[in-house]
């Protein structure tokens, strides 16, 4: 696959302070011609299909298809690529053609990793699809599907630093993150495949996997920060973890996981039956016959590497790809932000007020610390994107979204709190039994302040519509606890019983008094 040189493909700073209401690069043509990208992802264990659309700096799923070919099955004792696994390789190519061609896709940009590039009839198997499909597999080294797979770590966590660990059917890849730059990165053969494939048993899988990690670390060096696990074995494993934990809330990416929580679910997998597993889980059958040995290799790396944490990634090559492609400025975005951009772009009744509303509640947070005032913004931003849904579930449908949507750069509290504040915009009540665990994901004072940023919106958008509108101001004094609304004689009309019911409700919520002032004409 074609390469640029490191210093052009990750930022130089991670995330740049480009001011959330610049110029939405969404709409840029560079952008926009990353509306709808389509890649295929042709591994040891699974071939897989995914359309981007949407905002490219965070983009949603429009098609994501996976199919199990167990490609590199058998290659220990044969060398080549799985006959069976050929063949259905083979009809998935054709199938995601045909799907391409339907969905107007320009292009179809198709990798292969680790069983295409070392089976003996690896090249056979990319001409033979070329011949029936037309489609041009690219054959990637381990550096390079290492690589990718990191930039797919920076598309969801911009300015990242720590291990990415890439986990295929036939090999597992390290790649090293700092600042937005991915620097040394290695290859090996500890995929679960290879691993079950091994002669010897346990003792030979141990021995193997032991050696070839010391090597690893040699080659990489102290890595202490952040461990990020890319692929499907690993996230299997963390929705294994999630179940014995009871977690409520299932959503993988940006899931956290500590080194003794690795000890403790591997001793839960060998203690539970696979079957009853795979069915709590939600793990295919495929996939969970690998978890055994992707576990072995889990246990060296977390006892070799020492990570100060642990997160999981649901990006990975795939979108590493996509961001292959991204203009600099548009990879200095962030990606929560410009999210939540197109959200409101695509959704909202009035398309910009968001910012007017971000102004008009600012004096709230003046003394707010940077990440919460881009939570306020990603608030603010989307909290009109969900009229159409019916009034007496719409403050449930908002909690909903916020928590689940495909969201990057949002650690799972900030999703509940990003909930809450929407779940306010429409209520001011949470009690719902339905999402009961996911409020206790965050302490008291995280719920009390969801509550007012949610209250704060619900008043402000009742006094205009129009985004450009500058019709009123509010002043907080945290130290008088007092509450104060200056209001133009042009926006009296507008602040009726229900809006000064609101703004009472709203000024409870600080434990403070209300005032209204209004301005001679």
């Known amino acids: 696959m074609p390469s640029r040189s490191l210093s052009s493909q990750v930022p130089e700073t991670g995330v740049a302070d480009l001011g959330l209401f610049g110029k939405p690069l969404f709409e840029d043509p560079s952008a926009r011609a990353l509306r709808r990208v389509g890649v295929v992802d042709v591994g040891s264990n699974s071939v897989r299909m995914v359309v981007f659309d949407g905002a490219a700096r965070s983009p949603a799923y429009f098609y994501n298809e996976k199919i199990m070919c167990a490609l590199g099955a058998?290659?220990?004792?044969?060398?080549?690529?799985?006959?069976?696994?050929?063949v259905r390789a083979l009809s998935a190519m054709r199938r995601f053609n045909k799907l391409a061609e339907g969905m107007g896709l320009s292009e179809l940009t198709v990798v292969a990793t680790a069983a295409v590039r070392d089976a003996t009839d690896g090249r056979e198997f990319c001409e033979e699809v070329r011949r029936e499909t037309g489609l041009r597999i690219w054959v990637i080294d381990g550096e390079e599907e290492a690589r990718l797979s990191a930039q797919g770590v920076l598309l969801g966590w911009p300015g990242a630093y720590g291990l990415v660990c890439d986990i295929g059917g036939s090999s597992m890849e390290l790649a090293e993150i700092s600042g937005g730059r991915v620097g040394r990165r290695v290859t090996s053969n500890l995929g679960p495949l290879k691993m079950r494939d091994l002669k010897g048993g346990a003792k030979a899988r141990n021995?193997?996997?032991?050696?070839?990690?010391?090597?690893l670390a040699d080659k990489m060096g102290a890595q202490r920060d952040r461990l990020f696990l890319v692929g499907g074995s690993w996230r299997a494993i963390a929705r294994i973890d999630m179940v014995r934990r009871g977690y409520p809330l299932m959503v993988l990416h940006e899931y956290r996981m500590t080194r003794q929580s690795v000890r403790d679910t591997i001793a839960f997998i060998k203690a539970t039956d696979a079957d009853e597993l795979r069915a709590a889980a939600g793990v295919s059958s495929g996939r969970m016959s690998l978890v055994p040995y992707a576990m072995e290799v889990l246990s060296r790396?977390?006892?070799?590497?020492?990570?100060?944490?642990?997160?999981?990634?649901s990006y990975g090559i795939r979108e590493g790809m996509l961001y292959e492609q991204m203009p600099q400025r548009l990879r200095d975005r962030d990606p929560l932000i410009e999210a939540c951009r197109f959200a409101e772009a695509k959704d909202a009744r009035t398309p910009g007020f968001g910012r007017t509303l971000?102004?008009?509640?600012?004096?709230?947070?003046?003394?707010?610390?940077?990440?919460?005032?881009?939570?306020?913004?990603?608030?603010?931003l989307l909290h009109d994107v969900s009229w159409r849904a019916h009034p007496d579930y719409r403050a449930e449908v908002c909690f909903d979204n916020a928590t689940r949507a495909n969201l990057g750069g949002l650690k799972h509290a900030e999703r509940i709190y990003l909930g809450l504040a929407l779940m306010h915009r429409y209520s001011n009540k949470r009690e719902n039994a339905r999402f009961d665990d996911l409020f206790d994901m965050v302490d008291d004072q995280t719920r009390a302040e969801a509550e007012i940023l949610g209250k704060a919106m619900r008043f402000g958008a009742m006094l205009w519509m129009d985004k450009m509108g500058e019709l009123g101001e509010m002043r907080w004094y945290p130290k008088k606890k007092l509450l104060e609304l200056r209001v133009s004689a042009d926006m009296v009309p507008l602040f009726g019983e229900v809006a000064e019911a609101r703004f009472k409700s709203l000024a409870a919520s600080l434990d403070a008094e209300a005032k209204v002032k209004t301005a001679r004409r």
């Open 301 to 313: 790396l977390v006892k070799t590497f020492k990570p100060k944490d642990i997160a999981v990634s």
């Open 358 to 380: 971000y102004n008009f509640i600012l004096p709230l947070y003046k003394s707010a610390p940077g990440p919460r005032k881009r939570l306020v913004k990603a608030a603010c």
């Open 74 to 86: 058998g290659m220990a004792e044969t060398g080549h690529l799985s006959p069976e696994g050929r």
């Open 207 to 215: 021995a193997q996997i032991k050696k070839t990690m010391h090597g």
